[in-house]
């Protein structure tokens, strides 16, 4: 028997994990669950699966999400079954780390992530890293805290989990120079825009924009896969992951999201992980690993399947995933700055202050004006991203000017 606790528990990545635990009653006990922004949906999570905690943001909402339990479930009433209600940040590192939970599911969305996951790390437990920001923002710091403190962490994004089954265990973090490995061939979607125009992208849409042909996503990304910023963040992911320089990865659209990554080998061998696009499958390997359990995915009909296509990525159609690679190179600094600003460009266009192209715009100017710093800490690093921040909200008012 695990326990768990999900990071993140009501979004998309929690709903999967939260469906696969459900499937195997006898192997996975949830202990603690966190959800910020969705108060009736963690409600009935914690009313559905009796975790012994719940993180919410505030103070207020912990008021809140209280009343709305009573109210939709008689037996919480009693405090022998009332979960414990924990706030902010410590709350989150709180249950992240505490000793009675084996696994955690870091499925925060975006910097907040971060501190979290890095306590599950510290406290060496198995980690199911969903928040490719910790990666983006800290990638070296985080896999010496994985090595020192035991932790065992299993990437949950379809596409490194396919890498992660792709290769040779002994050699899947740090090693894999040594493995024969020629390249890694990271897959994409191309996302709603791969057949757009480039000069037809300014004019899009948030809806357009978060209307994915194959992945339902939350709505933060959504955006970036349309501007295959998620790519971007993911190849910055996958050089921390699998210890690989920019050189050794290469991005390779495949629309119909069926080859979800590929280890290319030195002998000519490519070994590919394939499967229908549900986020279930990648999170009940990592679940289970190294043994497998049923997901409740269903099995690929190959005989259904149209065709396979490969595209190369075009730089003038999708800037942000150059300019991601661009970042990755210069170092850190540079990687924590795309993240930071990213974040609050794309919070910009899904409220109608940017538009979509100037995504971009804003991305290149933080990096530009914020790579060039030397990161020695994980305090340096979180000064940085929120500099980052402030200097995106600048480029902005600029251009709202």
Request: charged fraction near 20%; charge should be negative.
């Amino acid at each position: 028997m695990q326990t768990i606790t999900i990071l993140g528990a009501t979004g998309s990545i929690g709903s999967s994990t939260l469906d696969v635990i459900s499937r195997h009653p006898e192997r996975y006990k949830l202990y603690a669950v966190s959800g910020f922004s969705n108060l009736p949906r963690l409600a009935d999570i914690v009313i559905k699966h009796e975790p012994e905690y719940a993180v919410v943001h505030t103070e207020k909402d912990a008021i809140a999400i209280k009343t709305l339990i009573q109210e939709r479930s008689s037996r919480f009433s009693e405090k022998s079954v009332f979960p414990k209600i924990l706030c902010g940040q410590q709350g989150l590192i709180d249950i992240a780390k505490e000793s009675a939970v084996d696994t955690v599911m870091s499925a925060i969305v975006g910097a907040a992530g971060l501190m979290p996951t890095m306590a599950a790390v510290k406290a060496g437990k198995k980690v199911l890293l969903a928040n490719k920001e910790s990666l983006v923002m800290s990638g070296e710091l985080f896999m010496k805290a994985v090595e020192e403190h035991g932790a065992t962490l299993i990437p949950i994004d379809s596409e490194h989990n396919a890498i992660f089954q792709c290769l040779p265990y002994e050699y899947q973090y740090g090693k894999t120079q040594e493995s024969g490995i020629s390249h890694i061939l990271l897959t994409a979607s191309g996302g709603p825009f791969r057949c757009m125009m480039p000069d037809e992208l300014e004019n899009v849409t948030p809806d357009q924009a978060c209307a994915h042909p194959n992945w339902d996503m939350g709505r933060k990304i959504s955006v970036d896969s349309a501007s295959m910023m998620n790519k971007g963040l993911e190849f910055i992911e996958a050089k921390w992951l699998f210890g690989v320089n920019e050189q050794d990865i290469k991005v390779v659209i495949h629309p119909q999201s069926t080859i979800h990554s590929m280890v290319q080998y030195r002998d000519g061998s490519v070994l590919a992980q394939l499967g229908n696009p549900d986020m279930r499958t990648p999170i009940a390997h990592a679940l289970a690993f190294p043994q497998r359990i049923e997901s409740g995915v269903d099995a690929l009909d190959f005989f259904a399947l149209a065709d396979f296509s490969f595209e190369k990525p075009e730089k003038d159609r999708f800037p942000n995933l150059f300019l991601a690679m661009e970042a990755s190179a210069l170092g850190q600094a540079a990687t924590t700055a795309l993240n930071a600003a990213n974040e609050i460009a794309v919070d910009a266009f899904l409220t109608g202050k940017l538009k979509f192209t100037d995504i971009y715009k804003i991305n290149a100017q933080v990096v530009e004006r914020a790579h060039n710093v030397t990161l020695a800490r994980l305090e340096d690093i979180l000064a940085h991203d929120e500099a980052c921040r402030a200097y995106a909200k600048e480029s902005i008012a600029e251009i709202n000017a």
